[in-house]
Structure formats: C-alpha cells, structure tokens
C-alpha cells in the first residue's frame, strides 16, 4: 500500500477533524476493499442509529488521538 499519512500534525483543531474522518474513511476501504459492497452495504447502515453512532465514534477516538500529537493545538 502506498503511504498516504506522513504525519498525525495539523496546524488546526479543524484540519485534525478533517484527518480524523479521513482516517476513519480509509479504514473502511482497507476493512472492505470491494466499491460496490461498500455502496451495497451502505443503505443497511445510512438510516441505522446504532450504526452512525457508531462510526461517529470511531472519529472521535481517532480526534483525541491527533489532538494528543498536536498538544491540543496549544
């Protein structure tokens, strides 16, 4: 796989939001590498609380870490 995160700094609290869903996204392609089971799978998760929270949680946790390796932008 070609090298894609060089780092986990951004200059804002915003641009590590940015990453964190980025990163949550990416998870899922290398989870699932199949396009069109992921575009199937998705109408079962789209309406399904459980599921959104879910994946709100994992760019949560991925948020703290980046926040961490940026000092909490202090």
Excluded: C
Aim: glycine share 4%.
């Amino acid at each position: 796989m070609k090298e894609w995160l060089t780092t986990l700094k951004t200059d804002t609290p915003q641009q590590g939001f940015d990453l964190a869903v980025k990163l949550a996204r990416k998870g899922v392609g290398l989870t699932q590498p199949d396009a069109a089971v992921r575009k199937k799978l998705r109408r079962h998760y789209a309406e399904n609380a459980d599921s959104l929270t879910m994946a709100s949680q994992v760019i949560a946790i991925h948020y703290q870490t980046i926040a961490a390796a940026n000092d909490y932008w202090k």
